[in-house]
């Protein structure tokens, strides 16, 4: 952060989300390097540059997704919440928002709470929409049997 302030050149490392993506905005401070084509070794599966890229850039490396991470029992016995879970899509840049709201010390579970609540005020609608969905398309399940 000292040599980009400076004016002086940098190159860093980050995965998103990640604390720095607030700091330093893609295209505007920073450019994510690309490569000119997808080559993996054969131990990472069989990814093509549709698997390796985003937005129209190559970055080399899969494209990974951020998905809610639940007990298969506890999904098991709520088909509700399992299908709530597979409708959130929180964007990058919240979560990243997130991360440094936890660097800079709002880490205790009361805080994260709090965040977590703030969110669900300002995207309501979106938060709503997810929830409507779900009960929606598991009203015909028979969730009696758990």
Known sequence: MTLYKQGKPIIYFAYEPHWISTKFKPNKDVVWLEVPFTSLPPSMGN??????????????FQIMQQRIVANKKFLK?????KRWFELVQIPVADMSEESLRIKEGEEKPEYIMHHG????????EKYDNWLEKARQETD???ISNK
């Open 47 to 60: 990814l093509s540059e549709k698997d390796t890229s985003l937005d129209g850039k190559n970055f080399g």
């Open 77 to 81: 016995n709520n088909p509700l919440a």
């Open 117 to 124: 609540q703030e969110w669900i005020k300002n995207n309501q």
């Open 140 to 142: 015909s399940l028979d």
